[in-house]
T-cell receptor, first 114, second 115 residues
Framework: DSGVTQTPKHLITATGQRVTLRCSPRSGDLSVYWYQQSLDQGLQFLIQYYNGEERAKGNILERFSAQQFPDLHSELNLSSLELGDSALYFC?????????????FGSGTRLTVV | AQKITQTQPGMFVQEKEAVTLDCTYDTSDQSYGLFWYKQPSSGEMIFLIYQGSYDEQNATEGRYSLNFQKARKSANLVISASQLGDSAMYFCAMRGAGANSKLTFGKGITLSVRP
């Protein structure tokens, strides 16, 4: 157990639907990062939050949004889902803003859009 | 922009032998960090080893060592005494400075350990 908890582990949904992925960072970690891993694109950075504020944005589609709550857990919302959104979504956390002490990954949420 | 390049095709190694997985990187940051992660078939990302750009000595963690050649911008992972459980995908990643603090990953290398 890495200390980063992602739920659900698996999700199957239909095109056009909306889903929410949840991440609880390791205790004491203030930064949360979301990544998407697909066969064709590899591991792509989506977005980073630090202590509740958005700090960096990567290749995140407009249909996707995220937030970090006061208790530091984070949610990634994916809407108007398309087949191409099927991927493994990882959350990672770090103690500081700049990841000085490393990053811990959750076990991922495998999303299948049918 | 930061870039990680892993170009080796699937790698094969005999059990108990050593193997080197290649990684080259590109960045304009003076301060950066290099990471290796292992992803077994179960999917989780397991941290293996870290090398800071100002670290003078190569990092080691048990059977893992990182061959850091700063001038060549390479950060190769060496696994000694390979075990069957080492069969997995291996990712090299880097973290830059400031706004580049996110991890940028390479495409990964598949390692298969033969008994």
């Amino acid at each position: 157990d890495s200390g980063v908890t992602q739920t659900p582990k698996h999700l199957i949904t239909a095109t056009g639907q909306r889903v929410t992925l949840r991440c609880s960072p390791r205790s004491g970690d203030l930064s949360v990062y979301w990544y998407q891993q697909s066969l064709d694109q590899g591991l792509q950075f989506l977005i980073q939050y630090y202590n509740g504020e958005e700090r960096a944005k990567g290749n995140i589609l407009e249909r996707f949004s995220a937030q970090q709550f006061p208790d530091l857990h984070s949610e990634l919302n994916l809407s108007s889902l398309e087949l191409g959104d099927s991927a493994l979504y990882f959350c990672a956390s770090s103690r500081t803003l700049h990841g000085k002490y490393g990053y811990t990954f959750g076990s991922g949420t495998r999303l299948t859009v049918v | 922009a930061q870039k990680i390049t892993q170009t080796q095709p699937g790698m094969f190694v005999q059990e108990k032998e050593a193997v080197t997985l290649d990684c080259t990187y590109d960045t304009s940051d003076q301060s950066y960090g290099l990471f290796w992660y292992k992803q077994p078939s179960s999917g989780e990302m397991i941290f293996l080893i870290y090398q800071g750009s100002y670290d003078e000595q190569n990092a080691t963690e048990g059977r893992y060592s990182l061959n850091f050649q700063k001038a060549r911008k390479s950060a190769n992972l060496v696994i000694s005494a390979s075990q069957l459980g080492d069969s997995a995908m291996y990712f090299c990643a880097m973290r830059g400075a400031g706004a580049n603090s996110k991890l940028t990953f390479g495409k990964g290398i598949t390692l298969s350990v033969r008994p």
